[in-house]
């Protein structure tokens, strides 16, 4: 089963907004809105920032933001930060395979 | 404190056979979603398994049949028993607790444990 598809990078100066699409299928984001976005640093563990296309863990700042179409889903950071430089993942319920993941977006702040 | 930690990593030769062990502090293993993800060197996450609060599992086609989890309520702790091992299963393991609020989502993690398949 294929992994969600995600840009390999994008960038973006502090205070700009960026969003990173997470393409998939009827069978994933398409029929469910469980989709979920991952905020990982190099070496250490992921951390939830969005969960059910939209909402956010408690303590995630708001400048963190989900949203679905079709079979797109998309995680909007705005007023970029330089902490905010990091590798993000998103993932969906599957009919197929039950989890499923994007290949990563790395984020860099210029 | 709401923590999960893992170990039983290291280094294994091909055909061999690991067993994990994630062990749950804040919260009852068997009261939430609990999954296992991993991590190939350089590469991006990857789904390995679920077990439901009932017990019920489920698991990436990469591993079914070669892969079980399994529970120790009294330990609170959840197990990866890895058996038949390749080299493709080189990666770090992570442990991860279901949101309760939200699907198909996980808020708790570990810090990971370290899987060579090397001969």
């Known amino acids: 089963h294929s992994a969600l598809t995600q840009p390999a990078s994008v960038s973006g100066s502090p205070g700009q907004s960026i969003t990173i699409s997470c393409t998939g299928t009827?069978?994933?984001?398409?029929?469910?809105?469980?989709v979920s976005w991952y905020q990982q640093y190099p070496g250490k563990a992921p951390k939830l920032m969005i969960f059910?296309?939209?909402n956010r863990p408690s303590g995630v700042s708001d400048r963190f933001s989900g949203s679905k179409s079709g079979n797109t889903a998309s995680l909007t950071i705005s007023g970029l930060q330089a902490e905010d430089e990091a590798d993000y993942y998103c993932?969906?319920?599957?009919?197929?395979?039950?989890?499923?993941f994007g290949g990563g977006t790395k984020l860099t702040v210029l | 404190d709401v923590q999960l930690v893992e170990t039983g990593g290291g280094l294994v030769q091909p055909g061999g056979s690991l067993r994990l062990s994630c062990t749950a502090s804040g919260f009852a293993v068997n009261s939430d979603y609990m999954t296992w993800v991993r991590q190939a060197p350089g590469k991006g996450l990857a789904w390995v398994s679920i077990?439901?609060?009932?017990?019920?599992?489920f698991f990436s086609d990469s591993v079914k049949g070669r892969f079980t989890v399994s529970r120790d309520i009294s330990k609170n702790t959840f197990f990866l028993q890895m058996n038949n091992l390749r080299t493709e299963d080189t990666a770090v393991y992570f442990c991860a607790r279901g949101i309760s609020s939200g699907h198909a989502a996980y808020d708790v993690w570990g810090l990971g444990t370290a899987v060579t398949v090397s001969s």
């Open positions: 009827r069978s994933d984001i398409g029929d469910y809105t469980y």
């Open positions: 077990m439901a609060i009932g017990g019920t599992t």
């Open positions: 993932s969906s319920h599957s009919r197929e395979s039950t989890l499923l």
């Open positions: 059910d296309v939209t």
